[in-house]
């Protein structure tokens, strides 16, 4: 399958048999086939993950399906876009299951936001992709203590649901306006689920982070880093991959 990074949190998926996109900002998507259904995941409704701009660029694809937070179906009304119908509203901490056009299921599992809506763990084609949303270790300098210690207990707490599974695809912040923290919250899950393939996300357009979390983390610390995970570092809007499942 391919895996395109489109801008900030945004990624474009294609499979055999359908695409998704997940959290679209900005960045340009590619000519998307009209014979593959588009699955469209936005994980909550802030501006840096959530663009009304997504329904123009796909209102010529004869099959699209949203799949949004919850939180999100207010900011529609208001914009009077869509009608409710065409999107799958989820709350936190359920699950759905939706159908390519070959007949596969596509499972999904919400966890809920250390900051707003949900994060997204699919299963399809036995392969698991998690999209973290804004889920994350979000700890800030100079931030009260109390509030640290509940944001870290919080992540943990949905983390657990992560704990020793298997993850092919992830999809989880290196932000590093966190400073000394930037990485913290990508490093606990790494310690946590069994990740083959990991993408960073939610940098900012500050690339230069790549090469800071290689030089400090990658491959430094055994619970982190097993033999068969691999750190995609993100270079420029539109990189795109091959990956190969054995």
């Known amino acids: 399958m391919k895996v395109t990074y489109l ?26 086939s009209p014979q593959k259904p588009v699955f469209v995941f936005c ?7 959530f ?7 796909l209102a010529g694809h004869p099959s699209v399906r949203y799949v949004f937070s919850n939180e ?37 599992h919400t966890l809920q ?5 949900c994060a997204f763990v699919l299963e399809y084609t036995g392969r698991t992709v998690y999209h973290a949303g804004d889920l994350h ?19 943990k707490k949905e983390m657990e649901y992560l704990d020793g599974k298997t993850v ?4 989880t912040p290196l932000d590093p306006r966190q400073e000394e923290d930037y990485a913290k919250g990508m490093c606990y899950f790494l310690s946590r689920a069994q990740v083959h393939h990991v993408f960073p996300m939610h940098f900012w357009d500050d690339f230069s982070v790549m090469e800071r979390f290689e030089k400090e983390y990658v491959r430094s ?26």
């Not at 936001?113 to 809506?117: A, I, M, Q, R």
């Not at 092919?168 to 999809?171: G, N, R, S, T």
């Open 137 to 155: 270790w979000w700890t800030w300098p100079g931030e009260p203590e109390p509030e640290n210690r509940k944001m870290e207990a919080d992540y």
């Open 113 to 117: 936001s250390t900051d707003c809506g």
């Open 51 to 57: 663009n009304p701009e997504i329904f123009r660029l």
């Open 43 to 49: 994980s909550h409704s802030h501006g840096d993950h």
């Open 168 to 171: 092919d695809l992830a999809f």
């Open 7 to 32: 801008n900030h949190s945004g990624f474009l998926l294609e499979w055999e048999d359908c695409f998704w996109i997940f959290d679209y900002y900005r960045g340009a998507l590619p000519q998307l």
């Open 221 to 246: 610390d055994a619970r982190i880093w097993a033999e068969d995970v691999c750190f995609h570092p993100i270079r420029r809007d539109g990189q795109t991959w091959q990956i190969t499942f054995e």
């Open 72 to 108: 999100i179906r207010k900011k529609l009304r208001k914009m009077e876009i869509l009608q409710e119908e065409d999107i799958r509203f989820l709350t936190v901490r359920t699950d759905a299951q939706l159908f390519d056009a070959a007949g596969n299921a596509i499972r999904i």
